[in-house]
């Protein structure tokens, strides 16, 4: 049996990579997705008071910066009992979805639209971000980098940092915004929305227009049939900072929704020696039935893709107008094609714009009551937010002091592991055949696992039995294997 890996894999968040494993004829026996670094915080957030962990988790990844933050922040109302005013809220909000506009512009931009614009096959040196810029022009790529640097001013302005944010209060928000400074969010928001729909734009242009793409977007080669969870406000429409979060199944059956400390009753997680990266399920579907696709699998995914899936609609007109387009174009629900999570993110992407315009001209967002201060501790929290990826949870338990004594965090990446490895798996199997494989044909590897916009830094923070799982492989000195040694 041959194995071929792809080490590092590439334009992703963090350090990953996929063996494949040929038989004897140059057919794929199997692939795996493996993460192969780890990170601790759930260790380490132990023994710190409540109120700095929002600050200190934002430092899990420097572009997840915000969603771990709010999670925790979240968290830290819970742990307190405090609920934030209205203004307080809002202003959260309206951060928030700053935050989405310029992660989503990241990742299109730098992550995914590259395989489309350059092309699939395109030399490595030409498929990223500077070969994007020139295929597109470099007066389109400057205003694109222009536009979400407006997302990253209004995430400074009221977060305190452009990276790792600093207004978080239990029960509200330090920072309060003047007229002048809401004029000037509204303003950057109204840029915000003309670039959203410029990217659906470019979406449109290079892809929905492409046959051959197209082929790729809604055929069966990156099509992996699990569950999906995501957050729905009280109307069923996609809700990011605040929500319930519904749970379907792989036929598009709703298996039920939960808020907060519930979570505990529908998510289990999974362990696999091979790899840092927890496999969670839906435990009200079953026990673990490994990670399998189609009816009856327990294996679920989240993020853009899955919000569409389990939502009603988008709660801003011209996102709207984009949802109901997207599932005319698959013609039913849900969709299970994995590239099709690039659609659902360019119409979030507008989504959030119109959050942040509309949040900007709430008459209340300048109220100075932005903060209800505690009077208890009660000791526990959890705050659930849909990240850019996908549903976070962040879980603390403190004494009676505020001091965290246990912490856990189940992260969009974590929730996608399975559904990943099944999308690397149905694509390697499609692309290679007779031991015949080039850069090209492992780039459409790559492929699977891009559109769930992997960020493994936020997703490792555990470690079983409490040994690293390790294998070494020790070779000759003409290169052949001679033995393998694990503790596993």
Known sequence: MKKIE????????????????LDDNGNVDDAFFQTVEFRGFEKFLQGMPIEEVPRTVSTVCGVCRGVHFTAAMKASDGVYGVTPPPAGRKLRELYFSSHYVED??????ALAFPDFVVGPEAHPAERNVVGLIN??????G????????????IFELLGGKPSHPVAALPGGWSKQLNEEERKQIEAWSEELVGLGELTLKVFDDVVLKND????????????????????????GRVAYYDGTQKVIDSAGTEVGSFK??????????????????????????GAWKGIVEGPGTNIYAVGPLARLNIAKGMDTPKAQAHFERFHATFGGRPVHQVLAYHWARAIELLNAAEK???????????????WNKPTSCPGEGVGIIEASRGTLIHHYCTDSKGIVTDAN?????????????????????????????????????????????????????????????LEVEIFDSNGALYKTLKNF
Request: aromatic share 10%; glycine share 8%; charged share 20%.
């Open 142 to 153: 400057k205003e694109v980098l222009r536009r979400r640097g407006l997302a990253v001013k």
């Open 356 to 370: 942040c315009l509309a949040l900007s001209r709430d008459p209340e967002i300048t109220s100075k009551e932005t």
């Open 6 to 21: 792809i080490n590092p894999v590439t334009r992703l968040e963090g350090h990953g990579k996929i063996a494949i494993f």
């Open 135 to 140: 295929a597109v022009g470099t007066a389109t």
């Open 260 to 285: 907060g400390k519930e979570y505990l009753d529908f998510i289990s997680e999974r362990v696999l020696p091979w790899s840092y990266l927890k496999f969670p399920y839906q435990k009200k579907l």
């Open 409 to 469: 965090l189940i992260v969009s990446t974590t929730h996608n592991n399975a559904p990943i490895n099944l999308a690397v798996k149905k694509a390697a199997r499609h692309f290679i055949k007779n031991g015949d494989v080039s850069p090209g044909m492992l780039n459409y590897v790559e492929m699977a696992f891009r559109p769930y916009d992997l960020c493994l830094a936020c997703a490792t923070h555990t470690v079983t039995g409490g040994q690293s799982p």
């Open 212 to 235: 051959k793409y197209m082929q790729l977007v809604t055929g069966d080669t990156y099509r992996v049939e699990v569950g999906y969870m995501g957050s729905v406000d009280d109307q």
């Open 104 to 109: 989503h512009a990241l990742i299109l931009y």
